[in-house]
């Protein structure tokens, strides 16, 4: 582990900071900002644009990250690949421009009440612009099973449910959805359904095949995979991005532009207007070259006995005054979602954070999930590769310390 720690130079600036917030951001991988810092100092200059040495440089190196980054999702071609700012720039676009082709009175979206406010509220606000359905599938991440899962998606499923946009692990309670079966059971009902996938805390844990989930759709953030902000990925199949109208206008997305009228470019170009985030995309594709290492090794089993020896640590110290919100019969991912006893998550997360513990607390913008779940607000712990068990040892002494001043 000491050595996987040592690729995270934060360590190096903040030895005494316990990082337990990675669900929110990751830290960043030393071969991410060297490539970040590459562009910056050796060959910043624009691309698309320029004829010279340096300029085709650039090009390649940027075209290069589609192709790396389509390889890491087994897309089937780097055209599936669309660089955004964020993940929530790309379900924005697809809401608006899906909304603009497909949904209507009759025809509507089907989510569900654990999605992240950004898989959420873009659909619930394109549905009420269209005077279209918005269902929300009302599944417990906590105490429901696999089938009872499928089955809660598969009774809002209907041959008008156009859209159906649901996450792949929740960022609240780290609960790893079935989504190769939700995906095959919506198939049989509706085979025109659109899945979209939001996969921003899965893809820096396990290994993603979008052919094999059988999506048409998904996004993740460079950030919460060892990369830079401002810049995220939307995956789309090829037939899919073909028939999506352009979602923003200006140079490099065009094809023509005459007085009257224009016409754009081919996916993924069309979805790219104006200088696409270069410095990002090519210190993106490193980062996720740095995951796939880790996903390789024995690191991924290591995360899951750390998140264990969490859990159990809770559970040994604080048997009355802890209680973990998690999965009975499903797998969770990477993070521990906590209330204390008698005292509120801010305060918690704020005590913490005084003795150099970083740790989310509140919604984790999943409003409706809390409500769902009657948990007011929440503390959630996320783990990732840096973490160690001297990291759990920490908080357990930090929120020993928490209860003795707050209960």
């Not at 105490?143 to 009872?148: A, G, N, Q, W």
């Not at 809660?152 to 649901?166: G, H, P, S, V």
């Not at 270069?278 to 899951?304: M, T």
């Not at 509140?362 to 503390?379: E, R, V």
Request: aromatic fraction near 8%; glycine fraction near 4%.
């Amino acid at each position: 582990m000491n050595t996987i720690r040592d690729r995270f130079p934060f360590f190096s600036h903040n030895p005494h900071v316990v990082y337990l917030d990675s669900a929110a951001t990751t830290l960043k991988a030393d071969v991410a900002l060297q490539a970040l810092n590459e562009y910056y100092t050796s060959y910043s200059v624009n691309i698309h644009r320029g004829m010279y040495p340096l300029a085709q440089k650039a090009d390649l190196a940027y075209h290069a990250s589609r192709k790396k980054i389509a390889h890491f999702l087994n897309a089937q071609t780097p055209d599936e690949i669309v660089f955004t700012k964020g993940a929530t720039e790309g379900l924005n676009l697809l809401a608006s421009s899906l909304g603009q082709s497909l949904i209507n009175p009759e025809r509507g979206v089907l989510t569900s009440v654990i999605e992240h406010h950004a898989n959420f509220v873009p659909w619930q606000q394109i549905a009420k612009k269209h005077n279209a359905p918005f269902q929300v599938a009302l599944i417990n991440p906590l105490t429901m099973t696999v089938r009872e899962i499928c089955d809660e998606f598969e009774k809002n499923i209907t041959q008008d449910t156009a859209i159906l946009a649901l996450t792949h692990i929740s960022n609240v309670t780290g609960t790893v959805l079935p989504i190769q079966e939700i995906a095959h059971r919506a198939r049989q009902i509706n085979p025109h359904i659109i899945i979209v996938l939001d996969m921003c805390q899965s893809v820096q844990h396990m290994s993603i095949d979008v052919q094999q989930l059988d999506i048409d759709f998904a996004v993740f953030s460079g950030h919460k995979c060892f990369g830079p902000t401002g810049i995220g990925v939307l995956y789309g199949k090829k037939s899919r991005l073909d028939n999506l109208l352009p979602y923003q206008f200006g140079g490099d997305m065009i094809y023509e532009v005459g007085l009257s009228q224009s016409s754009f470019a081919e996916a993924p170009s069309k979805f790219e207007a104006g200088t696409p985030p270069i410095a990002q995309a090519i210190s993106l594709a490193s980062a996720l070259e740095f995951v796939q290492e880790i996903i390789s090794s024995d690191c991924h089993n290591n995360l899951k006995d750390l998140r264990a020896y969490c859990v159990k640590q809770f559970e040994k110290l604080f048997p009355n005054d802890v209680v973990v919100h998690q999965s009975k019969h499903l797998d969770s991912c990477a993070i521990v979602c906590f209330t204390v006893n008698r005292c509120h998550p801010h305060d918690v997360a704020h005590m913490l954070g005084e003795q150099n513990i970083c740790i989310r607390a509140g919604h984790h913008c999943a409003q409706p999930l809390h409500k769902h779940l009657n948990i007011p607000s929440s503390c959630r712990v996320s783990l990732s590769v840096y973490n160690t068990t001297d990291d759990i040892d920490n908080l357990m002494q930090g929120i020993t310390r928490v209860i003795t001043q707050l209960s």
